[in-house]
């Protein structure tokens, strides 16, 4: 059964980036439709999949992460314009029934993503 998952890592406090604004989005060619919007736990996890099985579809997805208000809110004094407000990662899903797991590794300066397993 196929779902998606992410998972973030604030490389800059060494610890999962509880807290964080994520967003879902299908992206259909130029358009971009919402899926989700929440709040990362604890674990630096979505509560449950971000897709699961009933809602998988082959296509193109956008995660979007909210960088710069989730270093703010840990007291990180940022420029302003911030180096990164937001990261935006693209990516296709071409198997509706695999697992699909899109880890984000971040700091104000820097970031770097994976399929994870």
């Known amino acids: 059964m196929g779902h998606l998952s992410t998972h973030v890592l604030d490389t800059a406090h060494g610890c999962p980036a509880a807290g964080m ?3 879902l989005q299908r992206l259909d060619g130029d358009a971009a439709v919402t899926l989700q919007s929440l709040l990362l736990n604890a674990d630096g996890r979505a509560d449950g999949p971000l897709l699961d099985a009933a809602a998988m579809a082959v296509g193109r997805y956008r995660l979007l992460f909210a960088v710069a208000p989730y270093f703010r ?3 990180v004094v940022l420029p302003e314009p911030p180096f990164f407000d937001s990261v935006t990662l693209d990516f296709g899903i071409a198997d509706a029934a695999g697992h699909y797991h899109v880890p984000l590794l ?3 300066w820097s970031y770097s993503s994976y ?3």
């Open 21 to 23: 604004a994520v967003t």
């Open 73 to 75: 809110a840990r007291g």
């Open 106 to 108: 971040v700091s104000p």
């Open 115 to 117: 399929r994870g397993s």
